[in-house]
């Protein structure tokens, strides 16, 4: 019985010293792989992002810029920027101040060099 409540016990602290430890933070990335949401300055570094677009044309690829991550993901209150598109290649500016990216059927998406300014404001 002493033996069963030990045993207990050190695995009780390996797993209190395990959760304290904690695991060091990744550094933000340039390639979003697949459909999700992404955390920009935690999982993916802002700037201009590529995509192939939708594989199958009869689905569209939907993308949007969120300033929040609360609630309903695809309620419109949540979007600063977005698009529905059945185009290829997709393009989208993904900016240091939004919260999140949220990616659905656009294929995996890379960091590009920024399209040269075309001097007009519209």
Known sequence: ????????????????SLVGAGTAAAQ???VIPADGLYLVNQ???????????TP???YGCDWRRLWTTEGDLFDMNHIIGNDF???????AEIK???VAFLTV???P??????????????
Not at 43 to 53: D, L, R, S, T
Not at 85 to 91: A, E, G, N, Q
């Open 1 to 16: 019985m002493r033996t069963t409540a030990a045993l207990v016990a050190g695995a009780l602290l390996s797993v209190a």
């Open 28 to 30: 933000p990335v340039t």
């Open 43 to 53: 999982e993916i570094v802002p700037g201009w992002y590529e995509a192939p677009g």
């Open 56 to 58: 199958d044309q009869r």
């Open 85 to 91: 598109t059945r185009k290829t290649p997709v393009r």
């Open 96 to 98: 240091a101040t939004d």
């Open 105 to 107: 059927n656009c294929g």
């Open 109 to 122: 998406w890379r960091l590009i060099p920024a399209p040269p300014r075309t001097g007009s404001a519209g």
